[in-house]
């Protein structure tokens, strides 16, 4: 059951001129549902992209890499559910390459400009015949509409489509940024996120987008975890067709690249926020807000410590204001030389710790009272310096176990 | 429901010359339920510890630390369960020194003389009141006999008492050492655990038994993982009274150093798995070993990075060999440069993982049956160096969901 989140309506996905997208159903693992995605580029479309920092790097991230690091302008992507693709040794990479091979030449393009990605069971090869089979279905659907569709196409235990849209204005003229994920466990993304795929109109240089990829991912995908674990096939790819004309941003210091980050994150951010609402089991979205660090680095392993704690996650699932596992997981954050007697902390409106005890103003019917809604900000204090992040997570229930008890079976 | 783990027989907890345990019903959190515990040592007693790394170090830990740093010989142990006395302030500095006070009063020693240990619920105050009026219960019922009840007199959410006995030939005199522990959540021991206290008869100068509790604690209580998350409270200290008689044992290359660490690491090493087998919820006994690694941190981080993960556990409960999440787990260690390719991984006698990829001789129900019995050992060789260590843990069951949504309530 995801938190205040609802599929994206029919329609609500703007096209970007440029992009077009297909599906099918390829009984990849399971029958009768879409299982894969095909969006084809017009020429011309620049592509960056990041990718998971887990050692064991999927074979459709190893070819991803290849193909991004050889080349910039590229023509389709492939997208496969039910399969991950990944410690599958050679024959996996093989098996991405054909993907590639079989996309390219219904696009008439080579395969190099193809870029595979797979998510699903790790540890079993793709079957890659079904795969070709069903492309062509894909190539017959094409459509600038089928965003939606898009996303359903890409989702594994995701119980919601993720889509979002936005228009802005960037460099004196009107762009479009859309944007599909999936993704609601196995789920803290390092430099990535599970799959997530954004496209723009907009006319951006290679090293630009390079460059707002990052920024994009560190600002939304990267501040999402469900439990904590970076899955082997975490990709994010940021697609400008140019079509929107005028001039190539090819400066970050111009403010047309300011004003397109700003439209991209306004897709981005709500398509993270989205992962951990329908993150598996998931009852609540909670976010973790801390401040008062004296870097990033400190702010961000404090909010992970908190987010990803187990103790914590099922006392949000009770309702349980069992505040002192709040207490337990800042301290659990490695902060060098922290000194607790700087640190407060506040669920919602009541500040339950107050310079790193009990605040004398907490009362039990408060916390009660601020746990019981669907969404709960944690805000922490380390009082010790300026710097700040928010990361994004849902509560753990009884569901989080069944889902991935039973996932395969 | 603990995994093939009995409490000790009455009488099978050998009694240490030089110590008595006392136990009381303070009704600390609940009534009707033993929840404090005196241990009085003879004169001459030598006492060591090792504690949390927490930031959030609980009040009788900041006393105990006080105390270790300033004295060698002590009198008293008095531990409380119900009630962390954590996240207090001064307030609850002053608690955990009323608790040695009286204690003190009771037994006729110094203060700085008794060590203080609380376990529970963090962020509420300990009622000293309670303490203070069970105590001389407690002195009334000391014995040398009372090591069972004293272990019952400690637990939280245990549900199975833990203790254990040897007895050795260390430096060609028979000494004795006992030990119990409690835990089963908020549980990945950070340089000790939970709460755990060892006695031996043996006598030992301060420095070599400062040196023997870290070493005995790295090879047991340290390798055990519940949940990943460090409690506040993590305490473990080891007695030595001195009354098998004989030379001190004052060098730590001596002979009988090396024997009573085997001996210590005989009831330590139960005591620790103990607390997994009764980890919370659990339903497997899981022994994760790793080898071929350059270093005892790469080992240690990998054998943690599979014992935490979700993922994993989970798939232990529902005894589903999704093996690729073992791969997942070890890629996301952190290992630098890791390459996949010379890391293999057995489930009992079954190889899963040959040379990073799935083995060619794997069957899925050779997976299917080593993933049934209640005690399974996962062995990971990373292939790059000679290090090795080993963790314990457990599954992740619907039931940890349960008793940590219902811990307070």
Redesign the interface.
């Known amino acids: 059951m995801a938190v205040n989140l609802a599929p994206p309506a029919p329609g609500s996905l703007s096209p970007i001129a440029g992009v077009e997208l297909g599906f099918a159903e390829a009984g990849i693992r399971k029958a009768a549902r879409r299982d894969l995605m095909l969006m084809r580029l017009a020429p011309g479309a620049v592509v960056s992209g990041v990718f998971t920092q887990?050692?064991?790097?999927a074979a459709p991230v190893q070819v991803c890499r290849e193909h991004l690091a050889a080349g910039s302008e590229f023509r389709a992507v492939v997208v496969n559910a039910g399969n991950?693709n990944?410690?599958?040794?050679e024959q996996?990479l093989q098996a991405a390459r054909a993907t590639c091979a079989a996309a390219a030449q219904l696009l008439g393009c080579s395969p190099q400009q193809v870029l595979p990605f797979s998510t699903g069971?790790?540890?079993?090869?793709l079957p890659i015949d079904k795969v070709e089979r069903a492309l062509p279905t894909c190539a017959a659907n094409l459509s600038a509409d089928h965003w939606v569709e898009a996303a359903s196409a890409i989702m594994t235990t995701d119980t919601v489509p993720k889509g979002a849209s936005t228009r802005a204005q960037v460099g004196g003229r009107a762009v479009t940024v859309t944007g599909i994920a999936k993704g609601v466990?196995?789920l803290q993304p390092n430099m990535a996120t599970m799959l997530a795929f954004l496209a723009t109109d907009a006319p951006v240089a290679r090293p630009v987008l390079d460059r707002l990829v990052r920024e994009v991912a560190d600002r939304s995908f990267n501040r999402v975890t469900v439990?904590?674990?970076?899955?082997?096939n975490d990709s994010f790819i940021l697609v400008a067709t140019g079509k929107a004309g005028g001039e190539t941003i090819d400066s970050v210091d111009s403010a047309a690249y300011g004003e397109l980050r700003d439209a991209a994150l306004a897709v981005a951010v709500p398509l993270a926020q989205a992962i951990a609402r329908d993150g598996e089991g998931a009852t609540k979205f909670i976010t973790v807000s801390v401040k008062g660090a004296r870097n990033g680095s400190e702010a961000l392993r404090t909010a992970r410590s908190i987010a990803?704690?187990?103790?914590v996650k099922?006392?949000f699932?009770?309702s349980?204001p069992?505040?002192?596992?709040l207490?337990?997981?800042?301290?659990?954050?490695g902060?060098e030389g922290?000194d607790?007697s700087t640190v407060s902390l506040s669920l919602g409106d009541v500040q339950?710790?107050d310079?790193?005890?009990?605040a004398a103003s907490y009362r039990e019917e408060d916390g009660v009272r601020v746990m019981q809604p669907p969404e709960i900000t944690i805000t922490v204090d380390l009082g010790r310096g300026e710097a700040a992040t928010v990361v994004w997570t849902c509560d753990?229930?009884?569901d989080?176990?069944?889902i991935?008890?039973?996932?395969?079976?």
């Open positions: 887990n050692s064991f790097a991950a990944c410690g599958t040794g996996g069971v790790i540890l079993e090869h466990g196995m439990d904590g674990d970076t899955s082997t990803n704690s187990p103790l099922t006392a699932f009770a349980d069992n505040l002192g596992r207490l337990m997981a800042i301290g659990n954050a902060i922290l607790t339950v710790i310079r790193g005890g009990r753990f229930s009884y989080y176990v069944k991935n008890a039973e996932y395969r079976t």
